[in-house]
């Protein structure tokens, strides 16, 4: 529901407002929001986690104009941002450092500074798999500035990071910069697959990082490998294998459950071995029952798989 209508006399109004008033009154070309509707559906989005310890933040990469900011603010949200830019405009608009999220795909040494002292900051995520692409000149120049300017932090990379850009120079530079938390992509060690999948990276990538890694000091607690399970065509034995792979290279494996994307070549794979129709029920895409309806991988694997990636932590 919004407040754009139209009048008796055909003129398209905001909140009662003939838009065209507006235009004579500020020019032209204007943004125009109703602040009763974006009041309404603040309320519509808060009032059922009423009650629930949570914090909702407003993405500001949908919107940054300070009046949208400033209203967000004053009914209790935070804000998401992704630059030092984004960051200076939430302060300015009132709302708390506290309630504030700091993310996105990279950041520059300036920008992680700026997040320490304004915001107080102690931990930062990359969560992009692009963070090393380029490393030599994207990473590793980052890293040389923020150890040059003699900054402390906590850095993680919640989602993978690709294992061929982790040289010894990568490594070592991550671990100086104290990176608490690394993901690699693994998926699988079943090499057929992942050229059908179109992957870069195979296990000898991902070996290789392990060992680098490791020489730079970090150790199966920091180190994650991501695994996946219920793929088309792939049963228990398959993740296993790839599980204990994960393991005797000194990495603390995740599982993964496949959840396939609706048309990608991939989905109308899962759609031809599914026993039930995905095409037409989204529902079923879902990744915590997608892995049954292939009947590779039953609930009773499913879960001795996950205790195995468990054992040892």
Known sequence: MHDFTYDDGGRLCCAEVPLERIAREVGTPVYC?????????????????AGIDHQTCFAMKANSNMAILTLMGRHGLGADVVSGGELFRALKAGIPASK??????????????????ELGAEDFAFTDDALLLDAPHHFEKIADEFLRRGLQARFHTPNSVFSSAISPSVAEKMRAMNFQTIRLSLETTNAERLRAMNRKMFPPHFETAMKNLRAAGFGRKEIGAYIMAGMPGQDADETLEAIEFAKACGARPHLAEYSPIPGTRAFFEAAAISRLDIRSEPL????SIFYLLGGA???????ELKRVCAMND
């Open 100 to 117: 504030i999220v700091y993310s996105g795909v990279g950041k520059r040494a300036d920008e992680i500074e700026y997040a320490l002292f």
């Open 33 to 49: 929001y109703s602040l009763p509707t974006l009041r309404r559906h603040i309320q519509a989005f808060e009032e059922p986690l």
């Open 297 to 303: 991988i039953d609930m009773a694997a499913m879960e």
């Open 284 to 287: 079923l895409h879902n990744n």
